[in-house]
Each structure stands twice: as C-alpha cells, then as structure tokens.
C-alpha cells in the first residue's frame, strides 16, 4: 500500500483519535470533554456502522430502502444522545453557542452515514456522501480543537 492511499485511510480515524485524546487530556472545561468525546465518537462508531451495514445487507442490494439505512444512524445517533445527556448544562450559559455548533456538526456527521446508502437518484448522493463520510471526522476534530482552545482562553 503506497502512502496516498495509507493516509486516506488513516486520516478519517487517526486525526479524530489524535485530536479527542488531546481534548480529553490536556484539557479539563467541560465544553472540551464533550468535544473530545464527540470527536474520538467516528473511531468508536465507524466499525459498529460497517457491522450493521454487513449484516443487515449481505448480497449489497442497495436498490431499495431497508432497515440498515435506518439503523447506520443509530450508532452515532445513540452515543451523540449520551454525551449531550451528560454535558447538559453546556447548552445553555456562555458557551451555549459552541455547544450547539458542536452538536449540529455532529449530527450532521451521523445523518451523512444515512445517506451514504441511499438508493435512490443516479449515485451522485452516495460519492458526495462518501467523500462527506471520509473529510467529516477529520474537520470535525480540527473544529473542535480550535473551539475549545480559543473557548478556553475566553
């Protein structure tokens, strides 16, 4: 494998990874415990994704819609309600606002893997999905990175 396709492999899953350790780690405000959660999520979510997808759609007969594109939200949807469950009292007070730019990024990230298998239309949706499904993580982590840090020197 040369290092062109190594890296847009690796760069969905290590840069959220490297960056929601870092949140997780060096900071201590509850808005960068919640970033950090919410960005390490895709490293968490994305295998419990491709098992859904896997079992709910063995011979990859995306012609209709199923129950796998329903459930390919779950695992994001689910662990996106966790963190705002426990980070509640982010949403509202002075970084209300970062928390919620941070929250609708995030489900946009969960609602992307539903329309990855969409079947309908010409497959246009799907590659911009997918294209969406590979950048998503990785600017998710570098936005909230940057949010946390300048949110902090507040």
């Known amino acids: 494998m040369d290092w062109v ?11 959220p990874a490297l960056g929601g350790c870092y949140l997780l780690v060096r900071k201590s405000d509850a808005l960068s415990r919640m970033a950090g959660l919410l960005t390490i999520k895709p490293v968490v979510t994305t295998p ?3 098992g859904i997808i896997a079992a709910f759609e063995p011979s990859h007969s995306y012609s209709r819609l199923g129950p796998s594109h329903f459930l390919s939200m779950l695992p994001g949807a689910s662990l996106t309600l966790i963190t705002v469950i426990m980070f ?15 929250l609708a990024l995030d489900c946009a ?4 893997s539903f329309f990855i298998y969409w079947p309908y239309g010409d497959g246009s949706l799907n590659c911009l999905s997918a294209l969406c499904g590979l950048s998503m993580p990785t600017v998710f982590a570098v936005v909230a990175v940057t949010t946390a840090r300048l949110s902090a020197e507040d």
């Open 88 to 102: 509640r009292r982010l949403f509202s007070g002075p970084r209300a606002r970062v928390a919620w730019v941070l």
């Open 109 to 112: 990230r969960w609602l992307n």
């Open 5 to 15: 396709n190594f890296l847009l492999l690796a760069a969905p899953i290590g840069i």
């Open 48 to 50: 419990i994704w491709l």
